[in-house]
């Protein structure tokens, strides 16, 4: 069972960039492949991006593509989410995600840990 830790949320403006990261509770998150998920008040959550276990691949959002960058490092079991160019739709609750087999997977049906969620709110 591995447990998983988001922070680094918070308020910025829009423009600014913000970190998240996400800290796994064991080693064997170093073989899991991490996805980001967001939801937005009233919405569904959806797909950010995923990175592979080793962290040579990597999936991102078309709607969040040259802002967004997903990255990992293992020694820590840790990843990061970080955000560039932040925009008010970009604000929602941000969830990380992990699924102990190979592949980048976009649904949340295909993660079978979560992290409670970390908040980010971008004003205008």
């Known amino acids: 069972q591995v447990q998983l830790v988001e922070s680094g949320g918070g308020l910025v403006q829009a423009g600014g960039s913000l970190r998240l990261s996400c800290a796994a509770s064991?080693?064997?998150?170093?073989?899991?492949?991490m996805g980001w998920f967001r939801q937005a008040p009233g919405k569904e959550r959806e797909f950010v991006g995923a990175?592979?276990?080793?962290?040579?691949?990597?999936s991102i959002a078309d709607s969040v593509k040259g802002r967004f960058t997903i990255s990992r490092d293992n020694a820590k079991n840790t990843g990061y989410l970080q955000m560039n160019s932040l925009k008010p739709e970009d604000t929602a609750a941000y969830y990380c995600a992990a699924r102990p087999n190979v592949g980048a997977a976009t649904s949340t049906t295909d993660y079978d840990y979560w992290g409670q969620g970390t908040q980010v709110t971008v004003s205008s």
């Open positions: 990175i592979s276990w080793s962290g040579g691949r990597t």
């Open positions: 064991e080693r064997s998150f170093s073989r899991y492949t």
